[in-house]
């Protein structure tokens, strides 16, 4: 798994200051293809180092691209780490709820920052409602609400994110790179993160043994 390319300080501070993300997402109109609160699962087959393996949670889908962010593939920092990096003082009822969180690879893109998917709930500064039940956040704003005991009910926060030009997801699934399902939150929140590229199969009503025997055949 390629490591994020954080160094001792995580530049999450400019979050609500970095355009480039937030204008995407503002930009983007319908496309006729829609996998927004899809999960990208990886075919067994896929050798790829940083999507080998990999459940992808898709926030955004439109003639513009592909916006989404990786849920399985843990990074060495956990959320303590993190906040100690962005100087955010962790409440008294909070820290042991969150301390020993690991923090996600989101994916290549912009690798430096962080992103948080979550239940809404809150007003934030940057943020987009996929779902009534998922939100993709780009400010700091939540994760000072975490912080403080304020915050969502359930998160996952990455490093980077995971995005793909127009058309080209869509060459990348004809290959048979990818399957794709309707998301679940709760494999996204709940599950252990090991379990949740075989839960993300299983939405197929598949059974991964039987797709791992095929690709190896293949």
């Known amino acids: 798994m390629k490591k994020s390319k954080v160094g001792k300080s995580l530049p999450i501070h400019g979050l609500a200051q970095h355009s480039s993300v937030d204008e995407e997402m ?17 075919m067994p087959s896929m050798q790829d180092p940083i999507f080998g393996g990999a459940v992808v949670y898709v926030c955004e889908h439109n003639d513009k691209g592909v916006l989404g962010v990786v849920i399985n593939k843990p990074t060495d920092m956990t959320m303590d780490v993190l906040f100690e990096r962005i100087d955010l003082k962790v409440a008294d009822s909070v820290q042991e709820q969150v301390a020993s969180e690991p923090i996600m690879f989101g994916g ?3 690798d430096d920052r962080g992103f948080v998917l979550h239940t809404p ?11 009534d039940d998922v939100a993709f956040t780009t400010s700091i704003d939540v994760l000072e609400a975490v912080a403080s005991g304020d915050g969502p009910q359930r998160l996952l926060v990455s490093i980077g994110y995971a995005g793909w030009s127009p058309g080209q997801l869509e060459e990348e699934i004809s290959r048979n790179g990818w ?6 939150a709760n494999v996204m929140f709940d599950l252990p993160i090991e379990q949740r590229y075989t839960a993300a199969i299983k939405l197929l009503g598949i059974d991964p043994m039987m797709l791992a025997s095929e690709a190896g055949h293949a």
């Open 121 to 131: 709930g809150g007003r934030y500064s940057s943020s987009l409602p996929v779902t």
């Open 108 to 110: 290549p893109v912009q």
């Open 179 to 184: 399957l794709t399902v309707g998301a679940d």
């Open 26 to 42: 503002s930009a983007m109109a319908p496309s006729t293809l829609n996998l927004a609160n899809h999960f990208l699962i990886a």
